[in-house]
């Protein structure tokens, strides 16, 4: 990657792991851990550890973020939560469209859509995730999977999102151990680019970072980190311990 117009983003998505003492040592943990990082971090807690996580890192360069949104700014929706309760929470950021959620919660292309349009609404950033199943990679149709699921965030019926950023996860390598090389997660980063500057511009679509998830850890970061479009990671397993967590960012520092 060109360090001077990205800088690495690395997330924490915690999905629905710990409980308040967990997230608090973590990020006690964190703190000690730190120092200057070479990438932009954000944590992504389950909803009721959020208050823990903006408490436990206040004063350091860590984000905080929703891991879903309503696509409604309030209303009747039992058990969801708006951007705006987000923000007044302490959040800065939200994930939209994991493939978790894509699978669980049936939410497809124009409901991430819609999230990403209620975070911006809220002044939140979506990381927007995108990714082909092991399925669809085997039938070769990876890139007709990623054209589709950029489309719908990209050219929607509510406009062009003023800011967001990308995380390329192909769904077989998440919490599966198979990470995808260096030059298999390059050659998907290399083609969201181009749609990003198809649809965008080149100028936009060189400034919005794609960060790889999918089984990162300390030992593969560096690896993958150094692929040109590949800006960050956004992290499962491995951030769910701070000292792994705080590898893996580490690791953003060794690129140049
Ligand atoms: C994720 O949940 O976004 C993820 C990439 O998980 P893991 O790192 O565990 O594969």
């Known amino acids: 990657m060109n360090p001077s117009m990205r800088r690495p983003l690395v997330a924490a998505n915690w999905k629905m792991h710990l409980v308040r003492a967990e997230a608090r040592t973590f990020c006690r943990t964190l703190v000690g851990e730190l120092g200057a990082p070479p990438a932009e971090v954000v944590v992504f807690p389950s909803f009721p550890l959020i208050d823990s996580v903006v408490d436990g890192l206040a004063g350091m360069p860590v ?14 929706h039992t058990g969801d939560v708006s951007a705006q309760q987000l923000a007044d929470a302490g959040c800065t950021w939200v994930l939209c469209g994991h493939s978790e959620r894509r699978a669980d919660h049936a939410e497809d292309d124009a409901l991430v859509a819609a999230k990403a349009h209620a975070a911006r609404a809220a002044d939140l950033v979506p990381l927007i995730c995108v990714g082909e199943t092991g399925e669809q990679r085997k039938a070769g149709k990876t ?44 050659e998907a980063h290399a083609f969201i680019r181009s749609e990003l500057a198809r649809r965008l511009g080149d100028e936009r679509g060189e400034s919005i970072r794609i960060a790889y998830g999918g089984s990162v850890k300390p030992a593969n970061a560096a690896s993958l980190g150094a692929a040109p479009d590949i800006d960050g990671f956004l992290v499962g397993g491995a951030s769910l311990d701070a000292e792994s967590f705080s590898g893996i960012i580490a690791a953003c520092g060794a690129r140049t």
């Open 143 to 186: 890139f007709a999977v990623l054209e589709r699921q950029l489309a719908a965030v990209l050219g929607s019926e509510h406009g062009e999102l003023d800011r967001f950023d990308l995380a390329y996860e192909p769904v077989w390598a998440i919490g599966t151990g198979e990470t995808a090389t260096p030059e298999i997660a390059q």
């Open 63 to 76: 984000a905080v973020g929703g891991q879903d949104l309503h696509p409604r700014a309030s209303g009747a």
